[in-house]
């Protein structure tokens, strides 16, 4: 997961706008690599449905500088839908490529998405945006169009697009697609270039396009078998990173969480991707432990995008949370333990606080899932959810979802923040965030 960028870079690499980025926006310098980074305020409510690291554009972070809420969002690289020119792909690559836009198109019409355009990340992941005029699935159709006979028959693309016009049958039909597709080649990673996608085998000797103009592809796991294939063994390795973390003393913004899908095993060549996918993550995980993480506050170079309008002062501090393990539901009013100043127990934000804090240590799961959005969510550690005094504030209200901050009093712990949102009247936590160093 991408992490805002050290003290060692002062300022902004460079600022975009459309129709090279599909929000204005700037890129920034991270441990990892760019990051794009946009004022919360000039984003579509949807993107805050999505889950990270699936084909629908989600932050992978929340910064706060200069009173002004701003979100880290994966680095695009190109437009995928806004040319006519055929893409230069191997079948494998189209197969990435393919499988990727059905998964997002399917989690786009759970997600009640309207409009939407297709892009590739940095890592060759592609991403549906909520931007733009048209339809998800007009901008589905066109990626479609772009790739060529020679790569993937035009029959299956027809059947894909076939299924894409219809979004209640969509998630019933992507089964079916996805095996005939896996049954035509393997998923193959490919190479971002201004012009399009091309692979890897097909630059000349001598004629490799400049580094700052052609990301390559980390690896098929990274942009496609996130989540059938992942998922798999997503617990297991949240479990093991989660206890050298803990044994650490470190919490790494470094996510990798996906939702589990149940099924028949995969076919081999699946399961080939899936080992190289099991490398890719142990990797990723090793890099993540060893990176150094600082001391964590709200200054910063203030971008070059307006402020939000909206924005509070800090809460009272927070009540130390029960020590029982029993709970009442998020609408009950409920007393504990004071630390410090008497904060009205009416606080939305800090009853919610307080509610995760005594859930996540007693780890029922029946409070898990009248609280939090997704019951089985991987959240880290830190002051939202330790057993110890915290000050929390409300930094900004985009309708439906809230950003809230939470502060260890001592300092001992980094601050994080909170994201909530209201679904039919009930306040539920989205995610948990270290707050990210600040530049």
């Not at 693309?157 to 697609?177: E, H, I, K, N, S």
């Not at 617990?235 to 099924?263: C, F, M, N, V, Y």
């Not at 909170?418 to 270290?434: A, H, I, N, Q, S």
Request: proline letters at 10%; a negative charge.
């Amino acid at each position: 997961m991408n992490r805002t960028p050290s003290a060692d870079v002062p300022a902004p690499l460079r600022r975009v706008a459309p129709p090279e980025a599909p929000f204005p926006g700037e890129i920034l310098a991270s441990p990892e690599g760019a990051a794009y980074r946009v004022a919360a305020a000039r984003l579509p409510r949807e993107v805050w449905s999505a889950r990270p690291d699936g084909h629908l554009l989600a932050p992978d972070d929340v910064d706060r500088v200069a009173d002004e809420t701003l979100v880290i969002l994966p680095l695009l690289r190109a437009r995928l839908c806004g040319g006519d020119s055929a893409f230069d792909l191997t079948s494998g690559q189209a197969v990435t490529l393919v499988v990727s836009v059905l998964r997002g198109a399917v989690d786009a019409a759970q997600s009640e998405w309207r409009t939407g355009e297709w892009w590739s990340t940095s890592d060759g992941r592609p991403v549906l945006v909520p931007t733009g005029a048209r339809g998800w699935e007009t901008s589905s159709r066109a990626v479609l169009s772009r790739i060529p006979d020679a790569a993937l028959s035009p029959d299956i693309r027809q059947r894909v697009g076939d299924a894409l016009a219809d979004r209640v049958t969509l998630p019933f039909a992507t089964p079916g697609l996805e095996d005939e597709l896996f049954a035509v080649a393997s998923p193959e990673p490919f190479v971002i270039v201004p012009a399009g996608l091309h692979h890897p085998s097909g630059s000349a000797a001598g004629e490799r396009p400049a580094t700052d103009a052609v990301i390559v592809a980390r690896s098929a796991a990274a942009g496609l078998l996130d989540r059938e294939l992942m998922g798999r063994v997503s617990t297991t390795i949240a479990a093991a990173r989660a206890s050298l973390q803990h044994a650490a003393g470190l919490l790494p913004r470094q996510r990798r969480r996906r939702s589990e899908r149940s099924g028949e095993a995969p076919p081999a060549g699946r399961r080939r991707v899936m080992w190289v996918a099991l490398a890719a993550v142990g990797a990723t995980l090793a890099i993540g432990l060893s990176l150094p993480y600082g001391a964590d506050g709200d200054e910063g170079s203030a971008p070059d995008v307006p402020a939000s309008e909206t924005e509070e002062g800090p809460r009272a501090e927070a009540r130390s949370p029960s020590p029982s393990g029993v709970r009442d539901s998020p609408g009950d009013d409920r007393s504990s333990p004071s630390s410090g100043a008497e904060t009205p127990p009416t606080d939305p934000a800090l009853r919610v606080v307080d509610e995760l804090a005594d859930c996540w240590r007693t780890a029922d799961p029946a409070c898990r899932t009248v609280l939090l959005e997704r019951p089985d969510a991987a959240l880290p550690e830190g002051i939202a959810t330790a057993g110890a005094p915290r000050e929390v504030r409300l930094l900004d209200d985009l309708g439906g979802v809230e950003v809230v901050r939470v502060d260890d009093p001592s300092g001992a712990r980094p601050s994080q923040i909170v994201v909530v949102v209201t679904e039919d009247e009930k306040r539920l936590v989205r995610d948990v965030y270290d707050v990210a160093d600040q530049p």
